[in-house]
């Protein structure tokens, strides 16, 4: 499951799942959890509504698998809060009444209880929804949100172990160009490109500005910004031109490039090193990247241990699955 916020658990909460104690059982029961019991048609319920979701998926008994699991999460989570004394208080229902309100645009009260009605729901029915969906979600931010880790140190581990996959930085120049052309099959529209390819590098070594000569001559797209193409990285032009921009020393003014068609120029400037882009700089954008990841993987962290503590018993066998069946002794067994 992924945070747990008012939009994502509202189609969850859509049609309450009744979890009745054993003295009460008078019908199917699809799973227990600890001394709390999800019955048949409650399940059915809430799997018709569950059915319309993007969760949902195209495989309908997977879809019924995921639905169980979500809904015994929800149950841990509701001793837990039991446990901790947590609750929802009124104003924060009505907030989130209003946010439900706002998100889908439900300007009087008029729509607002049309939309109710459509789903069978009244306003009250609405309210214990968004106050168990509160409820669950301090839950999860006293014991998850919390004590997520996100200090620097963390964020600095995660750089140096993530750095190449996502800040990587190629070897980078600033270029500029002058490029003449002729026809590949014209020698000697090669020898006169390459007299004025001659002509401009002599006028820049003489000491006039390069992007004054490109202006001058080149036939290049960049003639009228002098040439300049701005910053290049290693490898995105032809490896003729490439081995040129990054010649090895680093040359300001290397040797003119003859290629089929075309003589290139090349003024190169603020050459920079292949590496990564500082800490200090992608610091909230890694914060940003691995919250998300940080949190899942500690929410399933807990969900596990939660179960492992619990006493979940799955009665249907077609939505068994490992990793939702708890080990613990029950509680407070029935008879049978």
Same mark, same amino acid.
């Given at each position: ?83 901790? #004394? ?156 490439? #081995? ?83 080990? #613990? ?8």
């Amino acid at each position: 499951m992924r945070k747990l916020s008012v939009g994502a658990l509202l189609v969850l909460l859509i049609v309450p799942v009744a979890t009745a104690p054993a003295a009460e059982l008078v019908e199917k029961i699809i799973a227990r959890v600890n001394d709390r019991l999800i019955t048949h048609s409650d399940f059915e319920k809430r799997f018709a509504v569950f059915l319309s979701s993007p969760q949902a998926g195209s495989n309908p008994l997977e879809a019924r698998r995921k639905l169980l699991a979500e809904i015994i999460d929800e149950r841990l989570l509701e001793e837990r809060a039991k446990e901790l #004394a947590v609750t929802a208080t009124d104003e924060e229902v009505e907030v989130a009444v209003e946010r439900v309100k706002r998100q889908y645009n439900l300007a009087t009260d008029e729509e607002f209880e049309s939309a109710l009605n459509s789903s069978n729901l009244t306003r009250d029915d609405l309210k214990r929804q968004m106050r168990n969906t509160i409820t669950l979600q301090k839950v999860v931010g006293r014991d998850i949100s919390s004590k997520l880790d996100m200090s620097d140190d963390t964020l600095r581990l995660e750089y140096e172990r993530r750095k190449d996959q996502l800040y990587k930085v190629v070897e980078q120049a600033q270029v500029a160009e002058i490029v003449i052309r002729f026809e590949t099959e014209d020698p000697a529209g090669r020898a006169r490109a390459a007299a004025r390819i001659e002509e401009a590098r002599a006028k820049v070594a003489a000491g006039t500005s390069f992007a004054d000569v490109a202006k001058e001559y080149s036939e290049g797209n960049a003639k009228d910004r002098g040439g300049a193409l701005g910053v290049v990285n290693r490898g995105e032009l032809v490896t003729a031109l490439d #081995a040129a921009v990054f010649a090895d020393p680093p040359q300001e003014n290397p040797p003119a490039v003859l290629l089929s068609s075309s003589i290139h120029l090349f003024h190169v400037t603020d050459r920079r090193a292949a590496g990564y882009r500082p800490f200090a700089e992608v610091r909230e954008d890694l914060r940003a990247r691995i919250g998300d990841d940080l949190y899942d993987k500690r929410y399933s962290e807990y969900i596990e241990k939660l179960r492992r503590e619990s006493f979940i018993k799955i009665y249907e066998p077609t939505l068994e699955t490992k990793k939702v069946e708890g080990s #613990a002794a029950p509680k407070n067994a029935p008879g049978s």
